[in-house]
């Protein structure tokens, strides 16, 4: 793989804007395959397919995406299904796959972690092993080219039978240590009994894959505590909704359970009224890692650096209260040791470059002090 060039440090002047902040090295853990589509590839593909596209998927601003109404997922679905439907080949795949490696690579990101459901693939792409096995090899050629790790999470859908999620999590454990990861579960949050899917995580968790599932954004503590405690969630996909119970926070922490929080997403879907509700400094003051993640950019037209910028902005974050939610990305990630220990020292050098000399403390997210030389390796 392709080692990507060191950030520059960031210039004081510069962190107000994307720029600055984009120089600070970081991990995304939450991004799915069709929402990390651009836009204008959206609009080439319908247009070279000869399909329309609706409305919503033009100018999401206009679209009601609130997910918390009557029908309200139904909507939403619809939306990422047509959008999904666009990826009708493996050339396609290839493509947005490079695309997303690059966005990455210009957004910080020195690794990427894809969630993906082969069932919704599989029949334009040769069946279940050999979407797998596709996109492995299309995140394989990205990295090379790009110098952004990349590495994939197979999910299942908790809007389906269980025996489902079992024979997708054999399907990961065949290619666990080659390029997979983890094991997650999406898909409407207020369907399906979590406990069901017991049994598919088991057998993930026992090929040493990561258990990942989404719970605690459309339902509240008991869906995170059932994630935890009947899945072993080693990382939660949302998990904001673990704040309204402090014993499930203290939970969260003992366990070194990370949460991946995705601030543009929980708004447009309803689920907070704004970015100032998200509640990032209270599940950092709990000890709680956070992971911001962008979800779906394509539907939120909101990538990665506009999450960090988004919180910065809602709750006056310091610099070193930005680098510790970048440290906080990388290490609750799945790369390997030496790509951590590279990207944590860009955090570092980032934080250094933003405050002069690095000796100078800046109010972190839970208030203590915190220096370039407090982010761990």
């Given at each position: 793989?392709?080692?990507?060039?060191?950030?520059?440090p960031?210039?004081?002047?510069?962190?107000?804007?994307l720029?600055?902040l984009?120089?600070?090295?970081?991990?995304?853990?939450?991004?799915?395959?069709?929402?990390?589509?651009?836009?204008?590839?959206?609009?080439?593909?319908?247009?070279?397919q000869?399909?329309?596209?609706?409305?919503?998927l033009?100018?999401?601003?206009?679209?009601?995406?609130?997910v918390?109404?009557?029908r309200?997922?139904?909507?939403?679905?619809?939306?990422?299904?047509?959008?999904?439907?666009l990826?009708?080949?493996p050339?396609?795949?290839r493509?947005v796959?490079?695309?997303?490696a690059?966005?990455e690579?210009?957004?910080?990101?020195?690794?990427?972690?894809?969630?993906?459901?082969?069932?919704?693939?599989?029949p334009?792409?040769?069946?279940l092993q050999?979407?797998?096995e596709?996109?492995?090899?299309?995140m394989a050629?990205?990295?090379?080219?790009?110098?952004?790790?990349?590495?994939?999470v197979?999910?299942a859908?908790r809007?389906?039978?269980?025996?489902e999620a079992?024979?997708?999590s054999?399907?990961?454990?065949?290619?666990?240590g080659?390029?997979?990861?983890?094991?997650?579960l999406?898909?409407?949050?207020?369907?399906?009994d979590?406990?069901?899917?017991?049994k598919?995580?088991?057998?993930?968790r026992?090929?040493?894959l990561?258990?990942?599932?989404?719970a605690?954004?459309l339902?509240?503590?008991?869906?995170?505590?059932?994630a935890?405690?009947?899945?072993?969630?080693?990382r939660l996909?949302?998990?904001?909704?673990?704040?309204?119970?402090?014993?499930?926070?203290?939970l969260?922490?003992e366990?070194g359970?990370?949460?991946?929080?995705?601030?543009?997403?929980?708004?447009?879907l309803?689920?907070?009224?704004?970015?100032?509700?998200v509640?990032?400094?209270?599940l950092?003051?709990?000890?709680?890692?956070?992971?911001?993640?962008?979800d779906?950019?394509?539907l939120?037209?909101?990538g990665?650096?506009e999450?960090?910028?988004?919180?910065?902005?809602?709750?006056?974050?310091?610099?070193a209260a930005?680098?510790d939610l970048?440290?906080?990305s990388?290490?609750?990630s799945?790369?390997?040791?030496?790509?951590k220990a590279?990207?944590?020292?860009?955090?570092?050098r980032?934080?250094?470059?933003?405050?002069?000399?690095?000796?100078?403390t800046?109010?972190?997210v839970?208030?203590?002090?915190?220096?370039?030389?407090?982010?761990?390796?």
């Open positions: 793989m392709q080692e990507p060039a060191d950030p520059e960031a210039d004081p002047a510069d962190l107000p804007e720029t600055g984009a120089r600070l090295p970081k991990a995304h853990l939450h991004l799915h395959l069709t929402g990390g589509m651009r836009p204008a590839t959206l609009l080439e593909l319908a247009a070279e000869g399909r329309s596209l609706p409305r919503g033009l100018d999401p601003a206009a679209a009601d995406l609130d918390t109404v009557l309200g997922w139904w909507k939403f679905q619809r939306l990422y299904d047509a959008a999904r439907a990826l009708a080949g050339a396609q795949v493509r796959v490079a695309e997303i690059e966005d690579r210009a957004a910080g990101s020195g690794w990427v972690e894809l969630q993906v459901d082969p069932t919704t693939y599989a334009r792409l040769g069946g050999a979407t797998v596709l996109l492995l090899d299309a050629g990205a990295a090379r080219d790009t110098g952004v790790g990349m590495a994939l197979v999910a859908n809007t389906r039978h269980p025996a079992e024979t997708l054999r399907l990961a454990r065949r290619f666990a080659r390029g997979v990861v983890g094991f997650g999406s898909n409407d949050e207020t369907r399906g979590t406990a069901a899917f017991a598919a995580f088991r057998l993930a026992d090929a040493g990561l258990a990942v599932p989404h605690g954004e339902r509240g503590p008991r869906s995170v505590r059932a935890v405690e009947r899945l072993g969630a080693g996909g949302h998990g904001i909704r673990a704040v309204e119970d402090p014993a499930l926070l203290a969260l922490a366990r359970v990370a949460l991946e929080v995705c601030p543009t997403a929980n708004v447009a309803g689920v907070l009224p704004d970015v100032s509700r509640p990032v400094p209270a950092r003051a709990a000890g709680v890692d956070v992971a911001l993640g962008a779906d950019p394509l939120f037209r909101s990665l650096v999450q960090y910028a988004a919180v910065r902005a809602a709750h006056e974050l310091s610099p930005l680098a970048a440290a906080c990388v290490r609750a799945c790369a390997p040791e030496e790509v590279r990207l944590l020292a860009g955090v570092r980032w934080l250094a470059g933003v405050r002069p000399g690095g000796g100078a800046a109010a972190g839970d208030g203590a002090g915190v220096t370039a030389a407090d982010v761990p390796d």
